[in-house]
């Protein structure tokens, strides 16, 4: 069993940064591919980001690229979303999410359907 947990979440100005933080326990001896979605209130669960399993791949929403970062630390089994210049568009709550497929690509990744565990997500508001 695989458990996750964001953070990193809170209140900010358009135009302003957030670093989402989602960490992995359980069996994460070895690392799989991750993402981050999100959901803002009466929409569906969209696509933000993924990663591989190394790292070395990572594939963006066409609305968060050259905006968010998404990268990985598993020595610390854990996944970062780096958001810079805000808008209010962006507010939703963000989930990241596991797949235990290892040769899952970046962007193979952009279904929410193609995960196996979810974290409880974490609140982003953006104020104009």
């Known amino acids: 069993q695989v458990q996750l947990v964001e953070s990193g979440g809170g209140l900010v100005q358009a135009g302003g940064s957030l670093r989402l933080s989602c960490v992995a326990s359980?069996?994460?001896?070895?690392?799989?591919?991750m993402a981050w979605f999100r959901q803002a209130p009466g929409k569906e669960r969209e696509f933000v980001a993924a990663?591989?399993?190394?790292?070395?791949?990572?594939f963006y929403a066409d609305s968060v690229k050259g905006r968010f970062t998404i990268s990985r630390d598993s020595d610390k089994n854990t996944v970062y979303l780096q958001m810079n210049n805000l808008k209010r568009e962006d507010t939703a709550i963000y989930y990241c999410?596991?797949?235990?497929?290892?040769?899952?690509?970046?962007?193979?990744?952009?279904?929410?359907?193609?995960?196996?565990?979810w974290g409880q997500g974490t609140q982003v508001t953006v104020s104009s």
């Open positions: 999410a596991l797949t235990y497929l290892p040769g899952k690509t970046a962007e193979d990744g952009t279904s929410p359907r193609g995960y196996d565990y």
């Open positions: 359980g069996h994460t001896y070895t690392s799989y591919p």
């Open positions: 990663i591989s399993r190394t790292g070395g791949s990572t």
